[in-house]
């Protein structure tokens, strides 16, 4: 039989938590949620610029344990589960000048940012889900997973190659118990982080911002499409993968790049 979808508030009466959703990709995807009709949460470190009923915001680390469980008390407190769990904190803030110049707190930080915060918040999350017997996870990993800078950004590559495996086995565990979870892998965003990392380059290297643009466009052997993605556009696709419409996608990762990356 064929099966209908009403497109329009198709995710009302879902709770959904961003996290990073404060700024980038990760605001542009809880605005994509509110507008599909579910209860957005984000949380971040710092209050968003503007502030706007419709997103209920709470403050946290979550590169610490403690940031994690506090979001984690916090949604569940005030909503009793959650439907919809984007992980899209993440971004890299290392020096540029290759492995000799990253030290154990470069990577530790990295790691933290954008592998272990996703994996302490399921693990506390998937209670809730699993006792529902649904859910939605997406990890925001980056086409570095498989296609490394190594002059700026290694462990942030090492660290969303290890997200894209985590996403790929934590879907084995759980998809057979209702929860499907995963992968976005984006290619350059135009934020306020991507336009950070040219300046880090830029300055490290004594290049010129349109220098150290151009140093990234050929390091990632150029963007067919000739241009940056737009967060909302990131953000269509993840409206997407959460909704019904795709319920039988679970543990493919999908990169979302202007066909930046140059292999099958
Ligand atoms: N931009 C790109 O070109 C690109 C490319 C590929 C993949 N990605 C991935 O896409 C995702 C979104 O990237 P973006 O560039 O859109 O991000 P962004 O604009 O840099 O925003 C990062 C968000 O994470 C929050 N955040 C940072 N550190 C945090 C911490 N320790 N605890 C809690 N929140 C924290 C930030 O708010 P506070 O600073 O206030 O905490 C902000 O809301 C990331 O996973 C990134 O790796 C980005």
Do not use: C
Request: proline share 5%; aromatic share 6%.
């Amino acid at each position: 039989m064929i099966q209908h979808f009403n497109f329009n508030n198709e995710l009302s009466g879902k709770i959904a938590l961003v996290t990073g959703g404060t700024k980038g990709a990760g605001k542009a995807i809880a605005e994509r949620l509110v507008h599909a009709g579910a209860t957005v949460s984000i949380t971040a470190r710092n209050k968003p610029e503007t502030e706007t009923s419709n997103l209920h915001f709470i403050p946290s680390d979550l590169s610490k344990p403690e940031g994690t469980k506090k979001v984690a008390e916090e949604v569940l407190a005030k909503f009793g589960r959650l439907d919809i769990l984007i992980n899209s904190l993440g971004g890299s803030e290392t020096k540029g000048g290759g492995y000799a110049v990253l030290t154990d707190e470069d990577w530790e930080q990295t790691l933290q940012t954008n592998l272990l915060a996703s994996v302490r918040l399921d693990r506390e999350f998937l209670r809730a889900m699993l006792t529902q017997k649904s859910g939605v996870i997406i990890h925001i990993a980056s086409i570095q997973g498989k296609l490394p800078l190594h002059d700026s950004t290694l462990p942030y590559a090492a660290a969303k190659a290890g997200l894209i495996n985590y996403s790929k086995g934590l879907s084995k565990e759980v998809s057979p118990k209702g929860i499907r979870v995963l992968t976005v892998s984006p290619g350059w965003i135009v934020t306020d982080s991507s336009k950070r990392m040219m300046e880090r380059i830029s300055d490290s290297s004594q290049i010129s911002i349109d220098q150290a643009t151009k140093r990234v466009m050929d390091a990632l052997g150029g963007i067919p499409f000739g241009r940056p993605a737009k967060p909302e556009e990131i953000a269509e696709l993840v409206g997407f993968l959460v909704s019904p419409r795709a319920s039988y996608l679970t543990g493919t990762e999908y990169v979302i790049d202007g066909g930046t990356i140059p292999t099958i």
